[in-house]
């Protein structure tokens, strides 16, 4: 991580501690961060370690994403934890910071273009969609371990024998 981008993280991290900080009225403590995520997902937040580990990969590709939605999504759950306990990850408690303290939409998931760190994708077909699943998903499926299915029809999704990437 070159020092200008990374000199950069610490500064949002350390303002939005502060924004909780004084919104709860108690000091938390300042995370540490790590970039050692892989795959699709922006970040996660360790909770017991106070950590937040980011992808670089995508941090360096939108980083405007990252300052504005990512690194306070993932101190949001580290505040959430040290404020409330174990909670659900993106549950009231979590929302309520999100909004009221970061003034941030509080989505679940990113949007972020993910082509550079996808893996392989398989084609599942229901009656009504196609879904491209991952090399573990699909993994799962092949030894039993797991079943998907869509959202709208709620059918099973079957493998096409169509690898996509």
Request: glycine share 4%.
């Amino acid at each position: 991580m070159d020092s200008e981008l990374d000199h950069r993280i610490h500064t949002t991290i350390h303002h939005c501690i502060q924004q909780a900080s004084q919104y709860f009225d108690v000091q938390f403590q300042t995370p540490s961060v790590s970039y050692q995520l892989r795959g699709k997902a922006a970040g996660k937040a360790l909770l017991l370690d106070n950590q937040i580990r980011l992808n670089p990969i995508l941090l360096k590709e939108n980083q405007q994403a990252y300052f504005d939605d990512v690194i306070p999504h993932e101190i949001a759950h580290l505040i959430a934890f040290q404020r409330y306990g174990r909670v659900k990850p993106h549950g009231k408690e979590w929302r309520n910071i999100m909004q009221s303290v970061f003034q941030r939409p509080a989505l679940a998931t990113h949007n972020l273009d993910i082509r550079s760190v996808q893996g392989k994708t398989f084609q599942y077909d229901c009656s009504c969609s196609s879904y491209p699943l991952s090399v573990r998903r699909h993994n799962k499926v092949t030894r039993k371990q797991a079943s998907y299915f869509c959202k709208k029809c709620t059918k099973p999704l079957k493998y096409t024998g169509k690898q996509l990437s």
